[in-house]
């Protein structure tokens, strides 16, 4: 019998080792974030799914990128805030209408180019601890490459296209301009308002599109929506410079843009 037994211990042993070593839920290859520690993150959803990410960038605003809504479809348009886990109870989370939603005027289907989106919600967010706006980068200059930036998202975790319930996070080293830009890479295409970051198995995915990436906490860029393959290492993710856009989203807040 204690043979038995010893044998029984090593096979939950055993068992325990191989859930251990299963890879967990990720943007692609990243891992779950700590909860509400990134109080920042919005999820922006159409007739009650998650399409894109965004960011609080004041109590009535989020930043998100423009291709978000090209499906939308007439489908009403909500932002998720304080939340961790997208259907999980949370007394934190509160679901907020947008007023309006902003595209930079730019903007195009079949480009990454000026792909940003300013939504105001129809009221301030009640702010707390799990709900804050972040600073984001004003100062015009690129981000040195090798620098390590976080990323966060719901966004698509496997190659299946399996969709995350809670945050997942990832941190990513910023690529130079010149190496996105080889033909081998993305042959030219990324503008002086775009950054480039790693891709090597980890990486951002559908799902995560207007989510920030932060570097020395502050917001530097926002994931592009055009679609590509994820994880790819000779195709980088895209990343919208928001301190290129900066007269852009202040004259928006401001109310100095039409909507």
Same mark, same amino acid.
């Given at each position: 019998m204690a043979g038995h037994t010893g044998h029984l211990a090593a096979l939950v042993l055993l068992g325990v080792a191989l859930c251990a070593a299963q890879p967990r839920g990720r943007i692609l290859r990243g891992q779950e974030a700590e909860a509400h520690a990134r109080p920042y993150m919005a999820s922006v959803q159409v007739a009650g799914k998650h399409v894109c990410g965004g960011f609080l960038v004041a109590a009535q605003w989020v930043l998100s990128a423009a291709h978000c809504l090209e499906d939308a479809a007439g489908g009403k348009v909500q932002v998720? %805030?304080?939340?961790?886990?997208?259907?999980?109870?949370?007394?934190?989370?509160?679901?907020?209408?947008?007023?309006?939603?902003?595209?930079?005027?730019?903007?195009?289907?079949?480009?990454?180019? #000026?792909?940003?989106?300013?939504? /105001?919600?129809?009221?301030?967010? +009640?702010?707390?601890?799990a709900v804050q706006p972040?600073?984001? /980068? #004003?100062?015009? !200059?690129?981000?040195?490459?090798?620098?390590? =930036? &976080?990323?966060?998202?719901?966004?698509? +975790?496997? #190659?299946?296209?399996?969709?995350?319930?809670?945050? /997942?996070?990832?941190?990513?080293?910023?690529?130079?301009?010149?190496?996105?830009? %080889? !033909?081998?890479? #993305? &042959?030219?295409?990324?503008?002086?308002?775009?950054?480039?970051?790693?891709?090597?198995?980890? &990486?951002? =995915?559908?799902?995560d599109s207007g989510g920030p990436l932060v570097c020395g906490g502050v917001v530097e860029g926002i994931v592009t929506s055009g679609s590509r393959i994820c994880g790819n290492p000779k195709k980088p993710g895209i990343y919208t410079r928001v301190a290129s856009y900066a007269a852009w989203i202040e004259g928006v807040m401001a109310g100095g843009a039409a909507a």
């Open positions: 998720l %805030l304080g939340a961790h886990s997208l259907s999980q109870p949370e007394p934190s989370k509160r679901l907020y209408d947008v007023l309006r939603a902003v595209p930079h005027p730019d903007s195009r289907p079949d480009t990454n180019d #000026h792909d940003l989106l300013l939504l /105001q919600l129809s009221e301030e967010a +009640v702010l707390g601890p972040l600073r984001w /980068q #004003h100062e015009d !200059r690129d981000v040195a490459a090798g620098t390590l =930036c &976080d990323v966060a998202g719901w966004g698509v +975790v496997s #190659h299946t296209g399996r969709r995350p319930d809670r945050l /997942q996070h990832l941190l990513l080293r910023v690529i130079d301009r010149a190496t996105c830009n %080889l !033909r081998t890479y #993305h &042959d030219g295409t990324i503008t002086e308002r775009m950054m480039c970051a790693e891709s090597n198995r980890r &990486d951002t =995915c559908k799902g």
